[in-house]
């Protein structure tokens, strides 16, 4: 079973940055794409960032330049860098995996969740 735990979520000030980690155990990089959705109260869930095995990346218009997707397969872990964080980006962050390497920001189309990390940001 595909377990993915992240870590690295906390409190911060607007202009600060922190870095999410995600730990997968038994998900084939070779064959799947990862990414990090987030979720604020009364909000949709949306696609922050994503990566795949090609090393194609994917990120929302509200977060390029600041936040950067990356991986390290050797550790099958996946990052979330955000910098420049601002209130608007305090949510509920999730990773998630899915088969196949197309990009897609469907969050119903991930097979695999985290439980969450709360990032928040004050102004």
């Known amino acids: 079973q595909v377990q993915l735990v992240e870590s690295g979520g906390g409190l911060v000030q607007a202009g600060g940055s922190l870095r999410l980690s995600c730990a997968a155990s038994?998900?084939?990089?070779?064959?799947?794409?990862t990414g990090w959705f987030r979720q604020a109260p009364g909000k949709e869930r949306e696609l922050v960032g994503a990566?795949?095995?090609?090393?194609?990346?994917y990120y929302a218009d509200s977060v390029k330049g600041r936040f950067t997707i990356s991986n390290d397969n050797a550790k099958n872990t996946i990052y979330l860098q955000m910098n420049s964080l601002k209130p608007g980006d305090t949510a509920l962050y999730y990773c998630a995996a899915r088969n196949g390497l197309a990009i897609v920001v469907n969050p119903s189309l991930y097979d695999y969740w985290g439980q969450g990390t709360q990032v928040t940001v004050s102004a």
């Open positions: 990566i795949n095995w090609s090393g194609s990346t």
């Open positions: 038994r998900f084939n990089f070779r064959s799947g794409t």
